[in-house]
């Protein structure tokens, strides 16, 4: 074992109102150019926002002296802080209607200064917002309501160390406000890697994924971050405590199956030993093209049930390949990775291109094993991996043609697949026409599959009634989540409740658990200054 | 989907006070061979123990007449619910010292049943234990103390069907109560399988599965039941709940995983559906003979961290080897298996084969790649997977010569194995001698393993002092938890915490998740009834 002491950060700047970058976000002309292609937007694009237009008004309370140097009032800091990053987060910036912005935003830098700002809120009725690299598309780094005297955004990205590697047994005790980049960075001398890649990997922390129960790299098997963690240290406004380092346990129910998930409501994760991979020395990618989807469906689930695990597993639906450039003649188009550590895997494609054949697929590239530092996949591949990274900077951009745009997903069993996915395309879509009066544009992909079912994600934008952007949001999710519902499909697969998934996650939950849920929330959080709002009232 | 029917059961006798079937137990002649390879142990086997001996008391209440028809105050029937199957169990009932025995023994046959006992019980203070095989090795089903006025032993073995099965979707709607043959036979007309095969597999239920977290029959990757489970019925005081059948989610923390390892104290696990297995039609074993055992260890640790998977992975060490036949020579062995439902599994084999090679193993099988319906694997394995099954009632046997013998079972991470086993061997050895005046035997065997860690289990067996061999246990029993306390090695892989592992699991849990616990037990069990004195007080 060894400690690493270098912490890279990145030089460049992130918005405070959009996805990611600021140089990566669309200018006007590219704006406008998206805008053209959804009927019913505006002209032109709405300005950019400035935080000097939002109402940020002054703290109403002050930390100790003790605590003072956590804490900052910086108005800037403030906004960036005020909410994560759904569409329903920028529009509201760029409407300069932010939710409540906090009063304090804390950057503590060890567990004590976590505790003892847990402390000093539950005496003051300050509600804590545990906050890592806000990309939250749920709701649930922002404060609603006004129940508490102050709200206080609780950072925890200056705790975003690797502490120490365990080389021989493959895992790290890392510290939760690390970002994807600046662990992997730090994970990268050892020959190790997490391999936790969710879209938003580079605006997000290591303890955001276990608050939420983040779906990261592998399409199949170990499809949450939930199945890497060894050991999770929380803290409790009733106290702290750390799970033991184990391989497995059947020790009672699982402590750390308890907290991942809990959303900043039942303690602050600030620590965890993951486990690890060795970074890949094989890979291997194909493309499959479907003329039907259901046939492609199909296909998919012959090989989520075969012992094959790819890595990757995708399948684009006839939009999102055209919009992603995988394909662009009306198929869908299966997406498979494969990579090891071990050795090649060359067959393994090669029997899941079969099976896709199997069930009418054209492949496109002839499967080839390769070497790991190449990237040199198939077009329909690389094409695919570019537009996934790219897609949340354009959202923003078609927002800002005053587009509602909204993404969801879910997951369910194969035979609810079919029926939920048409619901979604003709419901949805004529929902989002009577909502708006525009058509809509639906796509769908499944982004992760298991042998007894698959995660859909689907891609909704219409052009909004200027102004009224969040409302029409809002209608349309109620819409989504009421469809979701009726065909038992769950309300996130990987996104998380925060707020926004609230109303569906209530009524999914069985009552045995949810009288669980409130019970641990009185005994750990007995002030419920915890995140107030997600997950429970 | 379709319903099945029947619902076959076995004709044979079950022991009331030992392991498994009567017709199964060691002879005298066979108990004294035993015996005599056990310096110290009695002369003659102690006689089979007779229900006519036990003090059992006429029942301290009587169930309304609405709910008379499901229970029985039969003394065989209440006798033989009274305890599981540890030694501590087995000794207990040849001594005819036998834990408190329950009141009454309720079989329901619907929810609603299991319900209306529930309310009854705590409207009345009757402790209720749910029981499903009663093959608990932790004291998970017998009742300590005196603090409730009765006691109900809640037979879950009426409720035994498969209600449904999902044939493309791989998945099945079991009754908890099923056993595992029971459940099997009816899965085998669809060409599925659940493919948990413990220990107990004859004599344990799902729900026992499900309340205890079970380990299987894969050594690696999904080694629990609860990566098997898309749904679970509970029934508790409070209320009943159904959790959504779903793939995956991210929606809060998992329902399930909560009452999973909940062994009876929050609520009574009714019917679950099951992710299902194909059954393979490719098998492949072999068996590598280690002279260095900590050589084996690094050979396994290699092949953990590969992508092989195999099904099959234990290491016996030479005490282990050289009692379930595998070798003779003090050699460890390592028992490797593999299979697939998909493709052909002897390039798995052979590359794992290589990687033992690779650490100083002797391949004692030419790895070959076989039709499944065959079972010629090599002497090694076959003799190993016999002596597996036949371990429990040896451990009878034993017992019936004053042998005290202790099977406990734990996971640690790779770091920690070498020096934890070292220290059972030594430590518990010296202790053993201590205690009873005679040498102790120790063997060792990996039962699972993982790229992080490894699951090893520890037969201990000692001649006892004749009349006290509770005591003698209870002291061994003690000195094993502070070894595996001291190198943070959970106090129970796949066994669960019952009563015997209390001391070492209220160590071992976290506060926070502690906390969270008992508030979760006072909300859904505000009586306390349910299973009095495991997990918590």
């Not at 959804?38 to 003790?66: H, K, Q």
């Not at 498979?336 to 199997?358: H, K, N, Q, Y």
């Not at 496109?364 to 949340?392: I, K, N, Q, Y």
Request: hydrophobic share 45%; with cysteine; net charge neutral.
């Amino acid at each position: 074992m060894s400690a690493i002491p270098a912490v890279p950060r990145s030089a460049r700047t992130r918005s405070w109102w959009g996805w990611g970058y600021t140089d990566a976000h669309p200018d006007d002309v590219e704006c406008a150019a998206m805008g053209a292609l959804l009927p019913g937007t505006l002209a032109r694009p709405l300005p950019i926002p400035r935080i000097a237009d939002l109402p940020i008004a002054r703290p109403t309370v002050t930390p100790p002296p003790s605590l003072a140097h956590l804490a900052t009032a910086d108005p800037r800091v403030r906004a960036a802080h005020a909410m994560g990053k759904a569409y329903r987060d920028v529009i509201r910036a760029l409407r300069a209607r932010p939710g409540r912005i906090p009063d304090l935003v804390a950057h503590p830098t060890v567990d004590r200064e976590v505790a003892d700002l847990l402390a000093w809120a539950g005496e003051h009725d300050v509600a804590v917002v545990p906050y890592g690299g806000g990309s939250s598309v749920v709701g649930g780094v922002e404060y609603r309501g006004d129940a508490h005297r102050a709200v206080l955004s609780l950072d925890l990205t200056s705790m975003d160390r690797v502490l120490e590697v365990d080389t021989a047994g493959r895992s790290a005790h890392i510290q939760a406000g690390a970002l994807g980049p600046v662990l992997e960075e730090q994970l990268r001398p050892h020959g190790l890697t997490l391999r936790h890649f969710p879209q938003s990997f580079e605006f997000s922390t290591l303890g955001g994924w276990l608050a939420t129960r983040a779906g990261g790299h592998y399409a199949t098997g170990r499809t949450h971050i939930d199945d890497f963690v060894q050991s999770l240290r929380v803290i409790t406004p009733a106290g702290a405590g750390t799970s033991w380092r184990l391989p497995a346990s059947g020790a009672g129910p699982s402590p750390d199956r308890f907290f991942l998930g809990s959303e900043g409501a039942l303690g602050v994760i600030t620590e965890a030993w993951m486990r690890l991979q060795e970074r890949p020395r094989h890979k291997a990618a194909a493309s499959v093209a479907f003329t039907d989807f259901h046939r492609a469906l199909d296909a998919v689930r012959a090989i989520a049930q075969s012992d094959l695990a790819p890595a990757n597993c995708r399948l684009l639906d006839a939009g999102e390949a055209l919009f992603s450039g995988a394909s662009r003649d009306g198929s869908s188009v299966l997406v498979l990775g494969f990579e090891s550590a071990t050795g090649p895997v060359g067959d393994r494609l090669a029997s899941a291109v079969d099976l896709a054949r199997a069930h009418s697929g054209r492949a496109e590239t002839p499967p080839a094993d390769r070497d790991a530092s190449a990237d040199s996949a198939g077009s329909a591949v690389s094409a695919w991996r570019s537009a996934f990274l790219r897609m949340p900077y354009l959202r923003d951009g078609l927002a800002r043609m005053g587009a509602v745009v909204e993404t969801f997903e879910t997951a369910a069993t194969w035979d609810k697949l079919p029926a939920l996915i048409d619901a979604v395309r003709t419901e949805l879509g004529a929902a989002a026409l009577k909502i708006t009066g525009h058509p809509a544009t639906i796509n769908c992909r499944l982004t992760h599959v298991y042998p007894d079912g698959a995660a859909p994600y689907f891609t909704v934008a219409v052009a909004g009634r200027p102004g009224d952007e969040v409302e029409v949001w809002d209608d349309i999710k109620a819409v989504a989540g009421e469809i979701l519902h009726r065909h038992r499909a769950t309300i996130t697969h990987h996104h998380a409740v925060g707020r926004d998934h609230r109303a569906g996650y209530d009524l999914q939950r069985p009552e045995p658990f949810a009288l669980a849920l409130r019970a641990a929330k009185d005994a750990l959080d007995p002030h419920r200054i915890l995140n107030p709002g997600v997950l429970l009232d």
